[in-house]
C-alpha cells in the first residue's frame, strides 16, 4: 500500500525559506526517481522538482530554479524540498510521489494530503 506523507509547510514572509519533508512507504523507494509537486488554488499540478533513483541527478523547472533544492535519503525513505526566497506566487499544497525519469511525470495515482506552503507579501 502506498503511503505518502509530507510535512513541514507553514506560512512564510516573501524572502523566507521553509524545508519539506516526505516519507514514503509501499513503494520501492531506493530505485524510485522522485518529485515535488504543487497545485494553487484553481491551477493544475505542476511538478517543481525531481530526483534520480540515487540522488545524483536533480530536475527542476525555471519558475523555481536557484531558489528550490531537493534531495533524499533512501536509508530513511525520505524526500526533501529545501525552499528559499519564497514568493507568493509559492503559495500551493505541496506533494510529493514517485516520478517517471526524466520527465518528472507522477508515478501513482495516490497522493498524500499534501502540505500547505502559504507566503504572505
Known amino acids: 500500500q502506498v503511503q505518502l506523507v509530507e510535512s513541514g509547510g507553514g506560512l512564510v514572509q516573501a524572502g523566507g525559506s521553509l524545508r519539506l519533508s516526505c516519507a514514503a512507504s509501499g513503494i520501492d523507494f531506493n530505485i524510485s526517481p522522485m518529485g515535488w509537486y504543487r497545485q494553487a488554488p484553481g491551477k493544475r499540478r505542476e511538478a517543481v522538482a525531481g530526483i534520480s533513483r540515487l540522488g545524483t541527478g536533480t530536475k527542476y523547472p525555471d519558475v523555481v530554479k536557484g531558489r528550490f533544492t531537493i534531495s533524499r535519503d533512501n536509508a530513511k525513505k525520505m524526500v526533501y524540498l529545501q525552499m528559499d526566497s519564497l514568493q507568493p506566487e509559492d503559495t500551493a499544497v505541496y506533494f510529493c510521489?514517485?516520478?517517471?525519469?526524466?520527465?518528472?511525470?507522477?508515478?501513482?495515482?495516490?497522493w498524500g494530503q499534501g502540505t500547505q506552503v502559504t507566503v504572505s507579501s
Open positions: 510521489n514517485a516520478a517517471t525519469w526524466p520527465a518528472l511525470q507522477p508515478r501513482y495515482e495516490y
